[in-house]
């Protein structure tokens, strides 16, 4: 099992910039690959994009694709999601996941796929 904790959420007005961080303790990093999602209220929790273990594949849903840019860095034990040109409808809160098993290359994007989550940072985008 790992523990991973987000942080960077915060407030922002529609257009601006977030960086969001999720760090990662009691396993080694580079053993799984790494996922964002997020949950809105009263909506289901969604993809938002994924990691493979070096960090050589990426996956992004097509609502943030071009906009957010995922990327970790396994020396630091830490995964990030740069997020810009935000809109009203990125606000949600924000987990990170780490899922085991999966291939160097592979990544995911099933929530059911991901087997600990850390415990939300809130981003919330003004218009």
């Known amino acids: 099992q790992v523990q991973l904790v987000e942080s960077g959420g915060g407030l922002v007005q529609a257009g601006g910039s977030l960086r969001l961080s999720c760090a990662a303790s009691g396993r080694t990093f580079s053993s799984y690959g790494m996922g964002w999602f997020r949950q809105a209220p009263g909506k289901e929790r969604e993809f938002v994009a994924a990691?493979?273990?070096?960090?050589?594949?990426?996956y992004y849903a097509d609502s943030v694709k071009g906009r957010f840019t995922i990327s970790r860095d396994n020396a630091k034990n830490t995964v990030y999601l740069q997020m810009n040109s935000l809109k009203a409808e990125d606000t949600a809160v924000y987990y990170c996941a780490a899922t085991y098993g999966s291939s160097w290359y592979v990544v995911r994007p099933g929530v059911d796929e991901y087997d600990d989550w850390g415990q939300g940072t809130q981003v919330t985008v003004s218009s």
């Open positions: 990691i493979s273990r070096g960090g050589g594949k990426t």
